[in-house]
């Protein structure tokens, strides 16, 4: 993220304003002082830095071992919250929490989340 501020031309004061994000609060995320952004956080500094949100993170490396763990990389490289991709996928946030803690959803469901990770995954 730091990178793409400097080139274009940003300091952290002005892309705070941009972001609505405070300075402190950027700082820390381009020091990784704190590993656990939200990725509304990151959303907004994508729009603010008119960038993708995947060239913010390290998306890219990711672990893609299991479908929770491919559902998850689709999920923050759309940039999406959970709840938004479950309405995306015509589907509860519960039934999306359910799939990532007990592992299991019925045939339909998982035909939901393989369209949305095929959709959305492929960035």
Do not use: W
Not at 3 to 29: P, Y
Not at 41 to 49: Q, R, T, Y
Request: glycine letters at 4%; one cysteine or more; proline letters at 2%.
């Amino acid at each position: 993220m730091r990178a793409c501020r400097i080139k274009k031309g940003l300091s952290i004061k002005q892309l705070a304003v941009l972001s609505d994000i405070t300075s402190e609060g950027l700082s820390n995320i381009e020091r990784r002082s704190s590993n656990n952004i939200k990725i509304t956080v990151l959303a907004k500094i994508s729009v603010a830095l008119k960038e993708p949100i995947e060239s913010l993170g390290c998306f890219e490396i990711l672990p893609e071992s299991t479908l929770q763990e491919k559902l998850l990389k689709a999920i923050l490289l759309h940039g999406h919250t959970k709840a938004q991709a479950a309405k995306t996928m015509k589907i509860s946030p519960k039934t999306v929490y359910n799939f990532f803690t007990k592992e299991r959803c019925n045939k339909e469901t998982l035909k939901k989340i393989c369209l949305y990770i095929n959709k959305f995954g492929n960035k």
